[in-house]
């Protein structure tokens, strides 16, 4: 079955710290590949997305992700995290004309 | 700026009151999505629209339905509002059937 996986529910990292958040698939192609960020209260803002080319896309806010398409992963990266970063994101995947599959997502909060 | 509008962001209801969410877009986009989002949870697709043609997914209730009266605007209805029916939902457009625009979301509480 098609399925997302984000395998960390809350992630903890220091301001100024670096940060990965880790979202495999598992598609018999290679899908289009979304980040989502979500803070509370609030509806889900696109921070990068994978279509094909460049394995190593660059987003807003600073984020970045990488495919890799052995390991079937598009985990999604940052230097340095802002305070503000803190929220919940979602990696998503999704092949063209179908629905768009979300993984459970991951909490990030960001201690100064 | 292009945009995905939805209001009211806060809507309160009564248990089995009817209630209809609105969604508007300036985006022009072809596709819309409603998904219903519980705490802590991603979202759920509940049924989108392709031009005027409605997708429900096979295990959306039968109490939530949607109206497009136009490509503007999107409606989802839900007739008999439930306790279990508390929840964000989002509404999404999309130009292409890969990437989604997502609205504020709308916060239903039932009482």
């Known amino acids: 079955a098609q399925s997302v996986t984000q395998p960390d529910i809350h992630i903890t990292v220091s301001e100024g710290a670096s940060l990965e958040l880790r979202c495999n698939y598992s598609?018999?192609?290679?899908?289009?590949l979304f980040w989502y960020v979500q803070s509370p209260g609030q509806g889900l803002q696109l921070l990068l997305k994978?279509?094909?080319?460049?394995?190593l896309v660059q987003g807003i806010k600073g984020f970045e992700a990488e495919f890799k398409r052995s390991q079937s992963s598009f985990n999604l990266r940052k230097p340095s995290v802002h305070w503000s970063d803190a929220a919940e994101y979602f990696c998503a995947v999704a092949l063209y004309g179908n629905k768009l599959v979300f993984g459970a997502g991951t909490i990030l909060r960001v201690k100064s | 700026d292009a945009m995905v509008i939805q209001n009211p962001r806060y809507q309160v209801t009564q248990f089995g009151k009817p209630v209809t969410l609105s969604c508007s877009q300036t985006l022009n986009h072809n596709v819309m999505y409603w998904y219903q989002q519980k705490s802590s949870q991603a979202p759920k697709l509940l049924f989108h629209?392709?031009?005027?043609?409605?997708?429900n997914e096979a295990d959306t209730p039968d109490n939530f339905q949607s109206r497009r009266p136009n490509t503007s605007f999107c409606f989802l209805d839900i007739r008999s509002p439930g306790l279990g029916d508390a929840a964000m939902y989002l509404c999404a457009t999309s130009r292409d059937r890969i990437e989604q625009f997502f609205g504020p979301g709308t916060r239903l509480t039932v009482l």
């Open positions: 994978y279509f094909s080319g460049d394995t």
């Open positions: 629209y392709y031009d005027k043609d409605f997708n």
């Open positions: 598609y018999g192609a290679t899908p289009y």
